[in-house]
């Protein structure tokens, strides 16, 4: 089993900036990519962004209203955290973000990742 426990959600205004934690803990392994999916109200969860945790390398959703460019993911390796800095914030930002880890690639449906976070509510104001 792997334990995930996120924080740094808040409420920020438009143009403003968070950054996110995400702490795994447990069976963890490098073949395990980790990451970030948010969920809006009344939408269905979607994928951020990824990292590999062995190379470190990186990869964002090409759909999530244009988070590339304004979230960068990033890992500290004998921390077994990652974080997502977002910065330019829009209120369409607005969701709760899970962080989210499974082995391979996290571009992948909600339903095949192993396992999730609490979630961390992040709200961007007008």
């Known amino acids: 089993q792997v334990q995930l426990a996120e924080s740094g959600g808040g409420l920020v205004q438009a143009g403003g900036s968070l950054r996110l934690s995400c702490a795994a803990s447990g069976r963890t392994n490098s073949a395990y990519a980790m990451g970030w999916f948010r969920q809006a109200p009344g939408k269905e969860r979607e994928f951020v962004a990824g990292?590999?945790?062995?190379?470190?390398?990186?990869?964002?959703?090409d759909y999530s209203d244009s988070v590339k460019g304004r979230f960068t993911i990033s890992r500290v390796y004998a921390k077994n955290t990652v974080y997502l800095q977002m910065n330019s914030l829009k209120p369409e930002d607005t969701a709760v973000y899970y962080c989210a880890a499974k082995q391979g690639s996290l571009r992948v449906r909600p339903d095949e990742v192993n396992y999730w976070g609490q979630g961390t509510q992040v709200t961007v104001s007008s």
């Open positions: 990292i590999n945790w062995s190379s470190g390398s990186t990869y964002y959703s």
